[in-house]
């Protein structure tokens, strides 16, 4: 294990992400905000730009000698175990993987609390021309099946001009201030996570990303003086997490709704 940087609120870590999590102390985290991979780099292609280029995203993206249910259900029960009783997960996902973790998160002992739709007002082009445009990830929010979770209605109401948040949830894709560092092969939006950040942490609680690719989700609780705790295995990736932290007041967040 080794820290890659540090300050009073944020820690990022180069290490493999399943180690870490068997290093934790059991109810030792608050909020979990997971990205995994999807395992979609299988050699096809997709629109970049408006040119044809590859999906693979890296090894780590790919299925190796485990099977994409093997690692998730690994995956879980590692969350549940350092889960706070009343913490709660969020889950990134597409529809080539969200099902399979919406069907294991009861077996883990978790209860799902809301089913995001984060729609792109500027998705790629589906270039098959075969099937509609994909154009929505899904964010699952889930707690411990007997925990009571942390829920920020009055600020979400408030920023939401004073009516009850929806879950469908509306923003471009990465601007360019976001990449000025490096590019992350998917990352997402400041404005998502910020907005992840502010409806369920407070600055008392702790919050992990074990994959934390390009530091977004430590950026969002930066700028929310919430302290997180940031893992992945790549030292370039890491570099943009720890330049995009040092340099975070001139960090743009793009619109979001």
Known sequence: MKIIYQDNLVTLIKEDAFFYLRSLPSESIDVIVADPPYFLSNGGFSNSG????????????QVQNISPEEFY?????EFTRILAPNGT???????HNIYILGYLLPKYHFQLLNNISWQKSNPAPNLSRRMF???????????????????NYDLMRQINNGKQMKDVWTTAT?????RRFGKHPTQKPLA???????????????????????GTTNLACKLQNIKSIGIDNSSEYLKIAQQRISDFKNERIGKIQ
Do not use: C, Y
């Open 50 to 61: 408006g040119k044809m280029v590859s999906v693979n995203k890296g090894i780590w993206d």
């Open 73 to 77: 259900r690994n995956m879980l029960q």
């Open 89 to 95: 997960l969020w889950l990134f996902g597409t529809l």
């Open 133 to 151: 445009t994909h154009s929505t990830e899904t964010i699952l929010w889930s707690k411990k099946e007997h925990g009571k979770q942390f829920f």
């Open 174 to 178: 990465i601007n360019r201030s976001e």
């Open 192 to 214: 998502l996570l910020l907005r992840i950040i502010q409806a369920s942490a407070t600055k008392e609680m702790l919050v992990l990303d074990p994959f934390t690719g390009s």
